[in-house]
T-cell receptor, first 117, second 116 residues
Framework: DADVTQTPRNRITKTGKRIMLECSQT?????MYWYRQDPGLGLRLIYY???????NKGEISDGYSVSRQAQAKFSLSLESAIPNQTALYFC????????????????FGAGSRLTVL | AQKITQTQPGMFVQEKEAVTLDCTYD???????LFWYKQPSSGEMIFLIY??????QNATEGRYSLNFQKARKSANLVISASQLGDSAMYFC?????????????FGTGTRLQVTL
């Protein structure tokens, strides 16, 4: 089984629908992240959580919400999907904390490709 | 604010040759880490190599090495003896030390194509 599992892997939905992307991990890491990838823009951080009681906005959090249900589970919701939220979404985990120059490597899930029509 | 710049949208290299993928960064943080990830056509993100800002020597991992020039704020990835399986998108990323939140900021990526 993968260390970081994302479901669904692919989803097509319509404008205005509520969508939840789920992420679970077996790494035992405290830190979890949601990133969005668009062609030509790289990966951008949506939300991150350093433990179950800690939720933080990333650079592009508008239109998204998250829930950290347990150390191993971190879900991303689009309350009312819109076409420009069509993208590849990645969940990632890492160890922490160490200094900023510590090699807390992010382990990524396989991605969830979302299409909003 | 942190910024990562990858100026090469696409690169070609012949099999068995070496290739350098450019990455420059901008940060005011005194301590930071630099990472390279590979994304093959299947979509997953694969960690390749890491360099800490205080590391004196350039990082190496097998055929991958990171040419770290701190004064120039560059962290170029060198792939030696390219293989067809190296064809992929490559992302440079940086972790800074902004308060208590240390997150990865990614560049826009370079698509590498290895040819026969």
């Amino acid at each position: 089984d993968a260390d970081v599992t994302q479901t669904p892997r692919n989803r097509i939905t319509k404008t205005g629908k509520r969508i939840m992307l789920e992420c679970s991990q077996t790494k035992g890491h405290d830190r979890m992240y949601w990133y969005r990838q668009d062609p030509g823009l790289g990966l951008r951080l949506i939300y991150y959580s350093f433990d179950v009681k800690d939720i933080n906005k990333g650079e592009i959090s508008d239109g998204y919400s998250v829930s950290r249900q347990a150390q191993a589970k971190f879900s991303l919701s689009l309350e009312s999907a819109i076409p420009n939220q069509t993208a590849l979404y990645f969940c990632a985990t890492s160890d922490g904390p160490t200094g900023a120059d510590g090699a807390n490597v992010l382990t990524f899930g396989a991605g969830s490709r979302l299409t909003v029509l | 604010a942190q910024k990562i710049t990858q100026t090469q949208p696409g690169m070609f290299v012949q099999e068995k040759e070496a290739v350098t993928l450019d990455c420059t960064y901008d940060t005011s943080d005194p301590s930071y880490g630099l990472f390279w990830y590979k994304q093959p056509s299947s979509g997953e993100m694969i960690f390749l190599i890491y360099q800490g800002s205080y590391d004196q020597q350039n990082a190496t991992e097998g055929r991958y090495s990171l040419n770290f020039q701190k004064a120039r704020k560059s962290a170029n990835l060198v792939i030696s003896a390219s293989q067809l399986g190296d064809s992929a998108m490559y992302f440079c990323a940086m972790r800074g030390d902004t308060g208590t939140a240390s997150k990865l900021t990614f560049g826009t990526g370079t698509r590498l194509q290895v040819t026969l």
